[in-house]
């Protein structure tokens, strides 16, 4: 019922910035949870950053302060502003959108994130 396309994944140098776009169709009522996810190599998927309709975020540890989540005035788009990118920050990073009132969510099909030393 929904739909979820990230972009703007690539290849980056540390210390380098990217931008990751996720642009959400379908049934998009009564969404308000707007989150990335990433998926290292060999690693469970982790949440990255979560947007509340509202306009609260939270982060997780490992990118406060360099990774910023945002939303489009339609309130169809997040972004992923990643500045100051590590190696470690490599994985395939997916978008997901959820209602409050339930314990499961829509996903994207991923945009691949790879940071060289």
């Known amino acids: 019922q929904v739909q979820l396309v990230e972009s703007g994944g690539g290849l980056v140098q540390a210390g380098g910035s990217l931008r990751l776009s996720c642009a959400a169709s379908?049934?998009?009522?009564?969404?308000?949870?707007m989150s990335w996810y990433r998926q290292a190599p060999g690693k469970q998927r982790e949440l990255v950053a979560i947007?509340?309709?509202?306009?609260?975020?939270n982060y997780a540890d490992s990118v406060k302060g360099r990774f910023t989540i945002s939303r489009d005035n339609a309130k169809n788009t997040v972004y992923l502003q990643m500045n100051s990118l590590k190696p470690a920050d490599t994985g395939v990073y997916y978008c997901?959108?959820?209602?409050?009132?339930?314990?499961?969510?829509?996903w994207g099909q991923g945009t691949q994130v790879t940071v060289s030393s």
């Open positions: 997901n959108a959820k209602r409050l009132v339930v314990n499961y969510g829509y």
């Open positions: 947007i509340i309709n509202g306009g609260s975020t």
């Open positions: 379908g049934n998009m009522f009564g969404i308000n949870v």
